[in-house]
């Protein structure tokens, strides 16, 4: 019996160690990526360029959808778009469906930042994987999406329960 009890405690352990070291990772991440957009010369805040990459990814996408995205005030997002609309990085068209709704994409300067950045980040993307094969690559991915996989089913087991 102590030997399920032990095995229990060290997957216990080993499950907060992988989440924290998966936290801790990001993290790092980030603030590399932060650091490159301020070294290269780019004036913006890290909102203001996650919001950039959010509309490079997603072009015609509403203020509505960063708002679902990001998970952030409508009305802080909506003081930080008319920021990136005044440098210049963002431009809008009504939407073709719904005329009340506006659809923002980047402008050229916005293209040109991303680009920009894009190659800086191929050193830092290259220093991150450094020393791991494509096999480790790929296997890393594949316990990922198990993970996400597994998390997900949870979300939509207990949705389930909440509806019955």
């Given amino acids: 019996m102590?030997?399920?009890?032990?095995?229990?405690n060290n997957m216990q352990n080993n499950t907060f160690q992988i989440f924290e070291k998966l936290h801790l990772l990001m993290h790092q991440f980030r603030s590399h990526q932060f650091r490159l957009i301020r070294d290269n010369g780019m004036k913006l805040t890290h909102m203001?360029?996650?919001?950039?990459?959010?509309?490079s990814r997603n072009p015609y996408a509403t203020l509505s959808d960063l708002v679902v995205h990001s998970g952030r005030d409508k009305?802080?997002?909506a003081k930080l778009i008319n920021e990136l609309r005044r440098k210049g990085l963002l431009d809008?068209?009504?939407?073709?469906?719904?005329r009340r709704s506006t659809q923002l994409f980047l402008s050229p300067g916005g293209i040109e930042i991303i680009k920009q950045y894009q190659e800086a980040e191929k050193s830092l993307d290259s220093l991150a994987i450094q020393g791991l094969s494509q096999d480790d690559c790929k296997h890393l991915l594949t316990i990922l999406d198990k993970i996400q996989e597994n998390l997900q089913s949870?979300?939509?087991?207990?949705?389930?329960?909440q509806k019955v």
């Fill in 75 to 77: 009305a802080q997002l």
């Fill in 2 to 8: 102590q030997n399920i009890v032990d095995n229990v």
């Fill in 154 to 161: 949870d979300i939509s087991v207990e949705n389930t329960k």
């Fill in 92 to 98: 809008s068209r009504p939407d073709e469906v719904d």
């Fill in 48 to 55: 203001e360029f996650k919001a950039l990459r959010f509309f």
